[in-house]
């Protein structure tokens, strides 16, 4: 299993990214497909996950700027990031599980398959 994390980059505060997750040796239309963030100094900490394909879960701080979608042609999961902020600076990974239950979605340990990360740096 295979999770290639793409598309970090430096960008002015209020702009706009989108992370990709590759997959390979998993099919991401079955697994439940999620985005961490770590900054420095900081724990990883949850952002974003689709479960099981398909009901989609935010953190409250990127609520209603972020949105996690999927093309399962592509094998492929994304994070849309608009309204960029300066604290949203971090290394963001993506993970993924087969097994994992809903009420552990947010829990990084819960997690046995993870990407690289791509830094995405926000300035003000």
């Known amino acids: 299993v295979q999770l290639q994390a793409s598309g970090g980059g430096l960008v002015q505060a209020g702009g706009s990214l989108r992370l990709s997750c590759a997959a390979s040796?998993?099919?991401?239309?079955?697994?439940?497909i999620a985005w961490f963030r770590q900054a420095p100094g900081k724990e990883r900490e949850f952002v974003s996950a689709?479960?099981?394909?398909?009901?989609?879960y935010y953190a409250d701080s990127v609520k209603g700027r972020f949105t996690i979608s999927g093309d399962n042609a592509k094998n492929t999961v994304f994070l849309l990031m608009n309204s960029l902020r300066p604290e949203d600076t971090a290394v963001y990974y993506c993970?993924?599980?087969?097994?994992?239950?809903?009420?552990?979605?947010?829990?990084?340990?819960?997690?046995?398959?993870w990407g690289q990360g791509t830094l995405v740096t926000v300035s003000s």
């Open positions: 993970a993924a599980d087969s097994s994992i239950i809903l009420s552990s979605v947010r829990a990084a340990r819960s997690y046995d398959h």
């Open positions: 040796g998993l099919t991401v239309s079955r697994q439940t």
């Open positions: 689709r479960f099981r394909g398909s009901n989609t």
